[in-house]
């Protein structure tokens, strides 16, 4: 395996530890819709933990953009190959695809950290007004377009 893939797999692993899904039950509503008693206590330790947790995926995540352009330095135009050949070209693309989509990432890492801290600091009026922080997110970061290039014909 390369360095390369080797960080990678590092940094996956890192960025997964500790995640996963519990299905509560096979219910059309989640648990977690379908109200509750009121009782429910919001611990400020838990937002700012979230809030780090993904202050640390987002450095990760700038890590590998920097590792993605220095690896990338001597393959575009004015390289020894020029730049023109199409394998040159397709991993250019490749390369660009893979920024705009980190960066992407990164900024939505930005945003939800900023929210989770904010919820934890108790910044926001009640319930309600945190939640429609945490919507206006959906508005603000669209899934992103699936990584790889366009195959233009080819």
């Not at 096979?26 to 993904?54: H, Y």
Request: proline content about 1%; hydrophobic content about 25%; glycine content about 16%.
């Amino acid at each position: 395996m390369s360095t390369f893939d080797a960080e990678w797999a590092r940094l996956k692993g890192e960025a997964s530890g500790g995640t996963g899904m519990n299905l509560a039950s096979a219910d059309s509503k989640p648990a977690w819709a379908q109200g509750g008693s009121g009782k429910l206590k919001s611990d400020r330790n838990v937002w700012t933990t979230a809030g780090r947790d993904i202050g640390k995926l987002r450095g990760n995540i700038k890590t590998a953009l920097t590792k993605l352009e220095e690896e990338q330095k001597g393959l575009g135009a004015g390289s020894k190959t020029g730049g023109q050949t199409k394998s040159g070209a397709a991993q250019r693309e490749l390369y660009h695809s893979w920024t705009r989509y980190l960066k992407g990432v990164s900024g939505k890492c930005g945003t939800l950290q900023d929210r989770l801290e904010k919820a934890g600091d108790d910044h926001y009026k009640n319930d309600e007004a945190t939640k429609h922080a945490f919507d206006q997110l959906d508005g603000r970061y669209k899934d992103t377009k699936p990584v790889g290039g366009e195959s233009r014909g080819r």
